[in-house]
């Protein structure tokens, strides 16, 4: 068995010149960007593993160690069908069968970056990708830019990789029969009666020190026709229900919903607020510890809908600290959409953008699933894959980064939850697309 030490972004010549002579069944590739250390027993482990198993791509978990001296185990996800994000975790180290890997690669085109990637998602169609759920391998830590892990594939610095990564992915959905063709269905907008033209959605869950802000600044939209505000208070128990209260108590537009259930994630609460009678013609997300960017944010969506005639609108916001002050990378517009393949490119990525606004017809008919992480992901790719979306590239909302918010500094096994849960939302995507393209 041959090791070899890699940047995971590596050309397929260089790659093709490193495999040419390689002649082992097995080849154990380390990560050039970490400073990884492979436990003595781990290598032994995976063979044995992969022998036994028949697998193709073997990887596990990994223990960081930080300069302070403590250490923190880090698990990785169970390798899905949908796992094709290219920022897939794993870990350190990974053993691939050599001969697989030489022919994914003399397929590929010539990527600058893409070769590793793209291989890993040939050699995944046959789901001999395996998780092997012990540690392998020891991390030096290394300090992260703020919004590094989160927000990379948007950063404008990182476009050229993306670029790759997305052709690459298409070229795995054309290969699978998943791909589909640019989404041309509208919807008849005018269709239905609303006493609103829009609602904004807030749910929200104590969040006493910021829900009147996120308030205020729905209220303070000015919209040529009626419009509300849904808050869907779930059971908060740190005064935000009397700050809702007192409020709602001035403003008629203002309504206040307290599900039964105790039991509802976010994306219950949605479901809640769209199938109130009172729930506008246009659904418009708004986080609970967030603002839009002026007054006229939901003008401008609803111009969209009017214009476009579709079920979805996104648009684009900031990252802004508690005070509003912006902090990296600053504008998140998913430049990276097309109408021509946007649809198919967004299973790869980790998210829409916002705000996020729906046609409440489709919204109500799709539903949002009942979870908090990961519900706005799921109605997204739910209703591009058959629907025409459009998108809104300036400034329209503020996002609060702070020690409140519900992804603030999750351990290393939430988010393997998040991811293992999203890729389980591509699993069912992919399968669907193909039982779509089916004569």
Known sequence: MKTIEIDPLISTMELRSILDGIDDDYLLIVNKRWNVTVRPDAVKRMMQIAYDAGVAWLYGDYVVER???????????????????????????????????????????????AALYAARLIISAEELVFHLPETLSYVADRPLREGEAQFDYVDPRNRAVQIEMELAFTAYLRMTGAFLSPRTRLVDIDAGDFANEVSVIIPVKNRARTIADAVASALGQKLDKPFNVIVVDNHSTDGTSEVLAALAAREPRLLVITPEPDDLG?????????????CGRYSVQLDSDDRYKTEHTLQKIVDCFRRERVAMVVGSYELTDFDGNPIPPGLIDHSEWTQNNGHNNALRINGFGAPRAFFTPVIREVGVPNVSYGEDYGVGIRITRVYKMARIFESLYLCRRWEGNSDHAVSPRVAVEHNHYKDWLRTIALKARKKMNRP
């Open 266 to 278: 976010i994306g219950g609460c949605w479901n809640r607020a769209v199938e109130h009678p009172e």
């Open 67 to 113: 300069a302070d001296g403590s250490t923190e185990f880090h698990p990785t996800c169970d390798y899905l069908p949908g796992s094709f994000r290219d920022d897939f975790d794993f870990g350190g180290v990974i053993l691939v069968r050599t001969s697989l890997l030489k022919n994914a690669v003399w397929i590929c085109p010539h990527y600058q970056y």
